[in-house]
């Protein structure tokens, strides 16, 4: 399926960086601000040493990418980097199967991959990216020193 740029990102219009940077602030300082989400919630940062990075929102992770928008504009043309960051071979299959997000949504996992959920479409709903952030930041916080495997009890997940 041939995904265009509104298929794989969410326009600016739609979010607010400050708020959903509040969700991270125990991995990204005032330094870091929003400069594009995916369709899957994830995000790119510029800091204002104008590095880019990549914030995995599946993962809890945050990486450079590239050491200036100019960097950061050639990689696009890497398409393996393309589909990790954008998630496309899922984001297709999600698209293919009917699934439709509002302008302000992502899709984002029901049962959070960190917590046991797989990393296929029936695990996907559309959400707002806010509540996606809301969800995954602090989840990522609690659970990032526990060591992979580690057996947790007690989360109760509740989608309104």
């Known amino acids: 399926m041939e995904l265009g740029w ?3 990102t969410i ?5 607010d960086g ?3 940077l509040r969700f991270w602030s125990w991995l990204v300082d005032d330094s870091y601000g929003v400069m594009l989400s995916t369709a899957m919630g994830d995000l790119f940062l510029e800091r204002r040493d104008r590095t880019i990075w990549f914030l995995d929102t599946t993962d809890g992770k945050l ?3 590239a050491s200036d928008y100019e960097g950061f504009k050639r990689l696009l043309d890497n398409s393996e980097k ?8 899922l984001l297709g299959r999600l698209l293919a199967a009917g699934l439709h997000r509002n302008p302000d949504e992502c899709f984002s996992p029901s049962l959070p991959l960190i917590i046991g959920g797989k990393r296929e479409p029936a695990n996907y709903i559309p959400c707002k990216l806010l509540a996606h952030h809301a969800l995954l930041g602090p989840l990522h916080q609690k659970f990032r020193d526990l060591p992979p495997g580690t057996s ?6 509740v989608w309104e």
């Open 82 to 89: 393309l589909n990790y960051w954008f998630s496309s071979d």
């Open 18 to 20: 400050a708020k959903l």
């Open 152 to 157: 947790v009890s007690g989360i109760d997940l």
């Open 63 to 65: 990486e450079e990418i």
């Open 6 to 8: 509104n298929d794989i």
């Open 11 to 15: 326009h600016r219009d739609h979010y």
